[in-house]
Structure formats: structure tokens, C-alpha cells
């Protein structure tokens, strides 16, 4: 995105056709506003950058079908041209910005004097050039697209159209790059000429004298005697009229393209000076992104006095951002300059006829009719909120430890902000600069900076930057383009009926999703998914999963392609396969497992009432934030969100049957994101590394340092990362699984756990305890030939009898000195020990797991104590 400079944020609004509310589409839904069709293909124009032309920022859709667009803007226009420039100049760049629309097959039709603006060094910027492609060559909307005295004659001979018009059975051709060409010439034209021509008469008699041309040789001199400036267009020099007679030749076949037009001779006196766009590298791709950075010979005038504009520096959409939570407000700027106008409803009445023929009410109203009027957004209010920032905070040291706190002169201020909940962070002015620019920076050294990227994340992630944040998160690296580009998007496949049944279902009440842009983008990911996972298969939710990807990378399939694509082995390991029963099975019954051990209370209601809960229904604005931290969890961090849900709805699960529950998930309550957030990092923490072991989870290379840097206290990798040793647990078959009520836990886990309490209390720090109690429910003579320090006997026999019923409940009462610790059971018989876990879980004690492999396990390690003979 290109900085803001000199430029200034401008605003025009229009309203798209209503469509009749009774009218479905062919598959049964109703039809997609024609407002929701223009805002998905907006969102392609905001990748078109170029000098010449002024970026687009935003669409945002009001009520009535109403849109606002936001843009870069620039007060002057092409008429307001200063004497150092010539026509040539202007018309080179108009040519070279309509070239590079052409190559991203665009073409403006909109071309007038006020929309080619100029910066304040006199280069062309080109406005609205991309009205002709939002509104479908506007078909979406009930105004022409572009000025009767500016059209190319052939779009004249067209006439209008609208695909309500019954007169018409087909729509015409959309207009191509010649048109502009056209229009360009008359702009030139009057440059040259001094005047405005064809201003002043009636539209049908332009439009007639437009089309006469065409019997005319010379159409620059006769143009020039019917406005009276033929000695005027004498004078030019020869190269300037040959160019005129090039741009308004008649006989589309016979004038020249832009492209075609800037190689001609007539610009070979200043094409010298321009020198061609290089569209810069992207974060993924091949090339080096600083392959042609080149610093100046004086480094210092890198250095800008104290006084200089830092935040014009910044991006056009990071600006724009910042203006919006600074409190910008688009309807109420165009309300104040009355380009918006509200009208009471009696006055908005439709025409009715009696019948005498005697008629009432409103004609048509020209509101609805396109505007052309910019409006400047102030950005003085934004100013004002960030006039504190110093300038430091613009260009933070990286390797600094304080790099990530706000450097300001209100710093006391922000450093608080950092404490305040999420969402008012969001929308803090100063603290999303700061964190904005940091970001920014580590991401373009980007995978270099990636453990920068990974440790700013877990203080939170920019809502500007989600998307390129995730990728680094999720490790994407290389030229992610060449490899989307490589797959077979277009053949059909019999997976095609399934994700065209999905996708007009998958988050409809999200604007852009739901757009036929956004359902095109869709089908192609999912298709690119599935091609190039040939062993795994498409199952309905993929597309829900693939949602927030596509959502952040709109403009850039191959990165929400390549983000899912990583996501999936990590999370979803084996997901997909064609017979996924057993992967799901596996899960369902570790998650089972883990509402045990963290509320017993609960997970004995549920299995009660046989409900299973699904948690996995969010809109987005709600995923954002909880996949903020679960990409920086592992593989098992999804079962601690969904308790953390759970725990969120607890009162109304335990007080409710199941047919209660399946109505309270179908229509799933408000949760606090924030909450579960913080609720499933402390559950994490808490749930021993190999508590969450699935043998069906992807195998990955050992981790490094905890996920959540020091909040984590022992879970702070996932236990798949670890690599496999006589002390690990072992794989379970899933029958024997299911019988468990408890998690099972490693005998490696058990040894970290139990660290401390190893140390012995002199190399123990006074405040730190145990995390953990052991267990060990083997008879007495066995408990004292060897045992974990620290652990307590509570034999099998003396709770339960010979057949495994229970005789008396003294463990419950016993451990009730050990609460919040988590609880190992050890035993001799793995039997024995899930009888007795499930005991505790039933009477409500939480936090209980079952050593793996059972005592045997641990006695070659020599960790084991016999208790000294008393004398």
C-alpha cells in the first residue's frame, strides 16, 4: 500500500439498483443485492497500485443500497494544469496509468477533467477508474457510467442499459480500452483549446453531434471551427495535433490502444524522462523484497527534523484505519457537506395515478442518481489524537527489549493501555499506531523476524494485520503464488456439487463472503484444497474452516490457500481422510477426557443426559479473536477453548436435559471471547503435555519454548512435538480409550511434573509448591519397597472390594488437603487405577489423570525411594 505523502483521503457515495424482494435465484435463495455484488468487486481495486493512479481504500454499504467509497484524493485536476507542464506530459501519464488498468483488465469509462487529478508535484493521479468495474459495466446501477460530452461515439451508439429493460434481450459488449482513448483526446482537446467544449448544450444535442463525426476526415478541425479555436489549434505544435487526430479517430478499429499509443513517435521527445513501474515484491514470493533498495549517499538526509509529518508516512489504509478509530464517521462527513440528504417519508412516496388520470406524488428522485461530488476527510482530528507520539515510535529499534512498549510522551499512558481488555485496545488511536508500525516492520523481515512475530503475538495481534500475522504464525514461506497458480482449479471433479451446495450456506450474513465474488474465491480455494490433497477428501465444514482465511486474504487467494493448507496438519491431522471415524472418535473422547479432568462436576451431567457438545459455531468477528491465540498454541490447545466454553455456559448446561442442550448449541449464546481466551491459556497450562496424546495427531519435530512464554507453566509445547522414549506413552486402542473417564499421563511427564518436589525443600524456593500429588493406590508392603517421593498411599482394597464395588469413600476426603493440584494415580494394573479415577471424578475431584504403564514404568529410572528402616 502506498503512503499517504501529500495526498488526502477523499469519499464518494452512490446507490446501487434495488432488486424486487420477492424474486428468488435458481437454487431457491434470494438474490443477492446488487450493493453486496458491487462491494465484492471493490475489493480487487484496492490490489491495483500504481503512481498514476489513486489508490482505492474502502467500500462500505448503508442502508437503501447506499455505498461509500474511500480513496486517495487530490483537490486539484487536469485543469488546473500549470504552464511548466505541457499536454504531452499529461497525456504520457493518463496513457500509462490507462495501460496499466488495461493489464488488469480495467478500463475506465469514467474519464473526465475531474476525475485525472494532480499531486502537488503536477503528475496525474487517475480517480474513480474503477466505477465501470465494481458496478458490473453498470448494470448494477441505474446511472450511466461516465460523462455524456467525454463518451467514445461507439458507447454512445450503444445507448443505456439495465438489466431490468425488457427492450433489450441481451446485454451489449462491455466497452474496451479504446473507449478511454476517446476521452482522453477530448480532455486534451480542451487543454489545448482553453475552453470547455459540448458544456453547454442539451445532452441529445451532444449526443447527435458526437455521433455525426463519423462522416467527418479531420474531427480535431472540425471540432476547433464549431468552438470557434481553430487558430488556436493552428498554433500547436505537430506532435501535440497528431496526437489529438490519433485519440479521436472515429472508426474504434482505427484508433489505437494506450498500450499502442505510448510506443508512437509523437512522445519520443519526453517517454526519456519516465521510467516504467516496478510493482513492488510481495512478503511471499521468490524474489528479494530489497533487491533494489538503494540508500542515498548522504545518510543523512534520512534524518527529518523533529517537525515533520511521520504519520503521512504511513500507508494510505493504515491512515485511514486510524481515522476510522479516531472516530471518522463517512455518513456524517458526507451529511455535514449535504451530499447525504434525509427526507421526512411522506416525501419519499411513490407516483400514483387515479383514475381520471389524475396523478400524485414524488417523480423520480435524483438522489439515487449518481453524485459526482468528492469529499475531503479531515484529518485533523486524528492528528490531534496522535500529536503525543513521538517520533521514535514511528521507526521502533527491533533488537530493543522496550521495542514493543509504546514510545511516547504520554508512554505512562499507553503502557496501561496494554492492561486494558482486548476490544478497547482495538479501538485505542495511539496503542494500534504503535503496534501497527511494529508489526509492520517485523513482518517484512519476515521469516528472519519470525520469533519477534511470534512473541508480539502473544501480547495481540493488530486487526490490520491478521492476515499476513497469521501466515507467519503458521509458517508460511516461498513463492506461494507459483504453487496456487500450478494447481487445477478449472476441470471438474464430482467434489464440485458438494462445495457449490456449501458455499452459498457458509457465514451468509457476512458481506463479503456472501458476495459472488467472495463465493467464486471460495470455490477456487476449496478446489485447490482439494486437487492437491488427493489422499483426503472434501467433508462439509471445510468451508467454514476455510472462511477466516479467505476473509483476511481476499485479494490473495494463494496466501488463504496456503494458510489453510498449513492449519489443517496441525489442527486437523487426518480430518479428512475417506474414513475419518476413527480420528473423530479419538478426538470426541479426548476432549471427553479433558472436560473430566477439568470440571468432573460437568462432564458427569453430560454423560448423564448422553450429550455431546459442539462448539465449533462462531461468526468471525468472534474466530479472529480466539485464533489470534490458537495459532500460537499446538495441536492440543482446541480442547481447552472448547472447556472454556463449556465452562462459559456451565449454569444453564447443568441446569438443563438434553434436548435443552441441543437447542442452547443450535442457537449458540454470547460468549466472551476475551474470557476464553484468558480461560483456555490457564487451562492449557494446567493439562499435562501428554494428557491430550492422540495417536492419530500429525507427528512434528521436537518445539522449542513455551507457546505462551513464562504464563505457561509446564504444558508449553505439544507432547507430539516431543521425540519418543521408553518413559512416553504409549499409543491406546480406541475401545480401551473410551472405557477411560481419565486422561492418561507419560511417565516423563510425571518425573517434570514432580520436579520440584524431587528437589527436596532445600533447593525449593520458599513460595513455589507442588503443581502435582501422586497417587499410589498399590497395597502397603508394595508402597514401601518403592515409591515417588512425596507421593501418598491410599490402597485400592481399602476403597474398593474384591469384585471392584466400592466399599468406603476415604479417598475424596483425603485429597481434599491437595485441592487444585493435578492428582496421579499409580497402580501396579491400569484397570485398577481407571476404576479409581473414575471414582474421584464421580464424587466431583478435579484435575485426575492416570500414570501410563503404571508403577513398572518407572522403576528402571531409579526415581523410586524406600523409606529408611526406623530405629
Known amino acids: 500500500m502506498k503512503p499517504l505523502r501529500d495526498a488526502e483521503l477523499g469519499a464518494f457515495t452512490f446507490f446501487a439498483s434495488s432488486l424486487p424482494h420477492d424474486v428468488c435465484g435458481s437454487n431457491g435463495l434470494p438474490l443477492t443485492p446488487n450493493s453486496i455484488k458491487i462491494l465484492g468487486r471493490f475489493q480487487i481495486l484496492k490490489t491495483v497500485t500504481h503512481p498514476r493512479l489513486c489508490q482505492y481504500v474502502d467500500i462500505t454499504r448503508g442502508k437503501h443500497e447506499r455505498l461509500i467509497v474511500v480513496a486517495e484524493h487530490y483537490s486539484r485536476n487536469v485543469g488546473d494544469f500549470r504552464q511548466g507542464q505541457t499536454v504531452l506530459q499529461i497525456a504520457y501519464e493518463v496513457l500509462e496509468a490507462l495501460q496499466f488498468m488495461n493489464k488488469h483488465g480495467l478500463v475506465h469509462r469514467a474519464l473526465s477533467p475531474n476525475n485525472v487529478l494532480m499531486d502537488c508535484k503536477g503528475n496525474v493521479k487517475l480517480a474513480k477508474f474503477g466505477l465501470y468495474h465494481m458496478t458490473d459495466h453498470g448494470a448494477d446501477v441505474d446511472f450511466p457510467i461516465g460523462h455524456p460530452s467525454y463518451l467514445a461515439p461507439e458507447v454512445i451508439a450503444l445507448g443505456s442499459f439495465h438489466p431490468t429493460d425488457p427492450s433489450h434481450d441481451e446485454a451489449p459488449k462491455p466497452s474496451g480500452p479504446k473507449t478511454d482513448v476517446w476521452s482522453l483526446g477530448i480532455i486534451l482537446f480542451e487543454l489545448c483549446a482553453g475552453r470547455r467544449i459540448l458544456q453547454n448544450i442539451e445532452i441529445s444535442e451532444k449526443l447527435k453531434f458526437i455521433l455525426t463525426l463519423g462522416c467527418m476526415d479531420d474531427i480535431v478541425t472540425v471540432l476547433a471551427e464549431e468552438h470557434g479555436c481553430l487558430e488556436v489549434i493552428k498554433e500547436l505544435p505537430e506532435n501535440v495535433v497528431e496526437l489529438l487526430r490519433k485519440c479521436l479517430t472515429f472508426l474504434p478499429s482505427k484508433r489505437p490502444t494506450p498500450a499502442e499509443l505510448l510506443g508512437d513517435p509523437v512522445f519520443d521527445g519526453i517517454s526519456c524522462h519516465y521510467t516504467p513501474f516496478q510493482k513492488p515484491v510481495s512478503l511471499f514470493s521468490s524474489s528479494l523484497r530489497c533487491a533494489h533498495l538503494e540508500l542515498p549517499d548522504d545518510i543523512s538526509e534520512l534524518c527529518k527534523d523533529d517537525d515533520d509529518d511521520y504519520l503521512s508516512e504511513r500507508g494510505i489504509d493504515e491512515v485511514y484505519h486510524l481515522w476510522c478509530l479516531a472516530g471518522g464517521d463517512l455518513e456524517k462527513e458526507l451529511t455535514n457537506k449535504e451530499i447525504i440528504q434525509s427526507k421526512p417519508p411522506v416525501c419519499t412516496l411513490p407516483k400514483f395515478v387515479l383514475e381520471d388520470g389524475e396523478w400524485f406524488g414524488q417523480g423520480r428522485d435524483r438522489s439515487f442518481l449518481l453524485d459526482d461530488t468528492t469529499v475531503t476527510l479531515s484529518l485533523c482530528q486524528l492528528r490531534n489524537r496522535l500529536k503525543d507520539v513521538a517520533g521514535e515510535a514511528y521507526y521502533p529499534l527491533l533488537e530493543d527489549e522496550q521495542a514493543s512498549l509504546p514510545q511516547s510522551n504520554s508512554s505512562n499512558e499507553l503502557s496501561s493501555t496494554v492492561t486494558l481488555p482486548l476490544i478497547i485496545r482495538e479501538r485505542d488511536t495511539e496503542y494500534q499506531l504503535i503496534r501497527i508500525i511494529l508489526f509492520d516492520r517485523l513482518l517484512k523481515g519476515y521469516p528472519y523476524k519470525k520469533n519477534l512475530v511470534w512473541k508480539e503475538a502473544r501480547l495481540d495481534i493488530p486487526p490490520l494485520v491478521r492476515g499476513l500475522a497469521w501466515a507467519a504464525l503458521l509458517g508460511i514461506e516461498g513463492d506461494i503464488q507459483a504453487k496456487y497458480d500450478s494447481i487445477d482449479k478449472d476441470t471438474p471433479i464430482p467434489t464440485d456439487r458438494q462445495i457449490e451446495v456449501d458455499i452459498p450456506r457458509c457465514h451468509q450474513y457476512d458481506e463479503l463472503l456472501s458476495s459472488p465474488q467472495g463465493h467464486i474465491k471460495f470455490r477456487r480455494v476449496l478446489k ?179 507457546i505462551f512464554g513464562k504464563t505457561a507453566t509446564y504444558s508449553s509445547s505439544d507432547y507430539q512435538d516431543m521425540p519418543k522414549t521408553d518413559l512416553s506413552r504409549e499409543p491406546l486402542a480406541l475401545c480401551d480409550l473410551k472405557a477411560e473417564v481419565s486422561p492418561r499421563i507419560s511417565a516423563e511427564d510425571l518425573i517434570d511434573l514432580c520436579e520440584l518436589s524431587l528437589a527436596g525443600p532445600s533447593k525449593r524456593h520458599k513460595s513455589s509448591k507442588p503443581k502435582i500429588v501422586a497417587v499410589d493406590i498399590r ?78 514404568k518407572l522403576k528402571p529410572t531409579g526415581l523410586l525411594t524406600v523409606p529408611s528402616p526406623q530405629i
Open 528 to 706: 485447490a484444497w482439494v486437487v492437491s490433497h488427493p489422499d483426503l477428501v472434501y467433508w462439509q465444514g471445510l468451508d467454514s474452516l476455510c472462511a477466516p482465511f479467505l476473509y483476511l486474504n481476499f485479494n490473495n487467494e494463494a496466501l488463504a490457500y496456503a494458510c489453510m493448507s498449513a492449519f489443517i496438519p496441525k489442527y486437523l491431522y487426518n480430518f479428512f481422510l475417506k474414513d475419518n471415524s476413527h480420528v473423530i472418535q479419538e478426538y470426541l473422547t479426548v476432549f471427553s477426557q479433558m472436560i473430566a479432568f477439568h470440571d468432573p462436576e460437568l462432564s458427569n451431567h453430560l454423560n448423564e443426559i448422553g450429550f455431546i457438545p459442539d462448539v465449533n459455531v462462531f461468526p468471525l468477528h468472534k474466530i479472529f479473536h480466539l485464533w489470534d491465540t490458537l495459532l500460537l498454541g499446538s495441536s492440543s490447545f482446541p480442547f481447552c477453548i472448547g472447556v472454556a466454553i463449556l465452562q462459559q455456559l456451565r449454569d444453564r448446561l447443568l441446569a438443563n436435559g438434553f434436548n435443552e442442550c441441543i437447542l442452547l448449541f443450535s442457537d449458540l449464546p454470547e460468549i466472551d471471547i476475551e474470557r476464553c481466551v484468558r480461560e483456555s491459556i490457564n487451562l492449557f497450562c494446567w493439562t499435562p503435555k501428554s494428557a491430550t496424546y492422540r495417536q492419530y495427531a500429525q507427528p512434528m519435530k521436537a518445539g522449542g519454548e513455551g
Open 779 to 856: 497395597n502397603v508392603e508394595d508402597f514401601g519397597r518403592g515409591h515417588i517421593s512425596g507421593s501418598i498411599n491410599i490402597p485400592f482394597n481399602s476403597v474398593f472390594g474384591p469384585d471392584g464395588e466400592l466399599v468406603q469413600c476415604p479417598a475424596a476426603g483425603v485429597l481434599q488437603n491437595y485441592k487444585g493440584r493435578v492428582i496421579v494415580i499409580i497402580s501396579h494394573a491400569i484397570k485398577s487405577a481407571a476404576l479409581f479415577s473414575a471414582h474421584l471424578v464421580k464424587v466431583n475431584v478435579s484435575r485426575v489423570c492416570i500414570l501410563d504403564g503404571g508403577i513398572s
